[in-house]
């Protein structure tokens, strides 16, 4: 375990003017993960929940938003709070599925305390961002609500899909920005909107969570393709154990002609040893090389949807951001 | 499958007179769950969601509360729909944890689908609820979300306790009135307070749901240690598989000396071949009989409950309706 995972937005170099509102953001989940008076058999799982730090990707990019056109509000760091829970409910879940092991550096809560108290858990989490809920601006409640059905049915969506070695790049895209980018995408919209920007920048940054959530989602299944688990700290190579198609594999069986396709659909579904065999596939066929470019693509392509922002500070933060969100290392 | 199940209400002797108010629930459920554009991907999901008819007791008891003191409001529609919702998607997330393999007499989500995608589709349903809550007015809301955190804690709560064998029945009476009574109160709150009622006869409506809700969990819990699983059309004797004491395994663990008690201990964890025996042990010692007195008790201070409000069919409805939730063969 590594303490410096538990300081808030840890790992994002652009997060550095925002660490005071991040740091209240991390106190309203505290505040709001222990309403309705939890006590003391619930507090090894709120622990568990306030220690798994993680970089606050979601709730940077409210405050950021935000900031482009005025200062933090308080509505900001409810939002931002709620936008984390809503997060980390989804991980518990994933955990679940995917029988992951650690997460951010910590066994995960399914590993702790087995997968009915880790789906429950994600369960206890939601209701609480339900109830935070009823304390917005019902016009603010509604987007986020929308935000998660949307999230909810990208993944649905995504296991439709499973062992479908014939997905194509754009319905992959498809499934990425409903899952995923979707989400970035309502983060940005709810910080502007929070701020009163106006329609037009409201949607500039709503196309800019979205476009850099694209690049993120890309930049995290290639890390899951290629990660050291020991240096990331989570489960590696979940993806191909779920038979998921993600960009690289996707532009590998492109490349190859038919016969070779069919060979490595076999490889795909085989067993974990042969897939360091096919990760140096992958790197021969310039795949890798390829999702890179991709995820840079979208990057340059979110800056660009920046243009109706005024510049700034904030402005400059975003940009820095999600330039991090397609070249993560963790 | 038996089709007779997906007639709402099927099963409650006493919503015959709600049945009109019960099918425009189902009709906001369905709504409700293919809002926000969902296609054809996704339809055997929303299908199966529709299917599970089950016997609408949350809702009856929403709308039975509010016509107490007034017609059926579109609004007593919508908070009836979220709640059967929430209560599907939290059997939906059972079902995977208990590795159930029917439900309402058809096979279950992740019997069908697998658990990702089972745990994914109650996820997708809460989701849709936190959607409908932002039309809702927000006093309205809060009382729904601090319901379903009650009903989150309450089962986490159950879990600590799993294999503690020694649980008392004030600690037991304790956890299934905040995992499942506190919901049955909140929907008959939420009924009077749709209609109006005040707050003296909005209190004795909630005080009705909770004690007949507790009534209910006693029954329930008599209804999985001797059920026949062909007939009730759910997994049977899932609570003696997850190591949980229910009333009449502590009523019979206080009834005998501690050698006999140790040894009963032995028996609970053992293979399921020896819970037939185990079952008899119980019928002997009286402890079925005591759960049922217990549960016969709360309708009976649930009924009492009822005295400020005014006589009248919806009334005398809620009394018939608690009667059967404690006295139910399936």
Redesign the interface.
Known sequence: MNASKNIPGNGVPSFGRIAGPLAQVRERIHQGLS??G?DG??TP?LDHLQACGGKMLRPGLVLLAGECFGPVRPEHIQVAAMVEMIHH??LL?DD??DEGRQRRGLPTANRL?????A??????V??????M???LD?AV??I???T??????G???Q??QRRNWQLSESRYLEIITEKSASFFGGCCRLGAMLSHADAAQTEALARFGLLAGIAFQIADDLLDLTADEARTGKTAQSDLA?DKATLPVIHLLQAVDPPRRAALCVLLEAAPKSRREFLDTLERHGSLRYAREQAAAYVARAIQALDPVPPGEAKEALVQTARFMADRSA
Chains 1, 2 share one sequence.
Do not use: M, Y
């Open positions: 309403a309705n939890a058999e619930l799982f409910a989804t879940h679940v599925i305390w087995g997968n009915e108290s789906v429950l858990l994600g369960d206890f939601l209701s609480q961002v339900f109830r809920a009823a304390e019902p409640a509604r986020l609500a929308q998660a059905v949307r999230v909810c049915e993944e649905l969506r296991t439709v779920k």
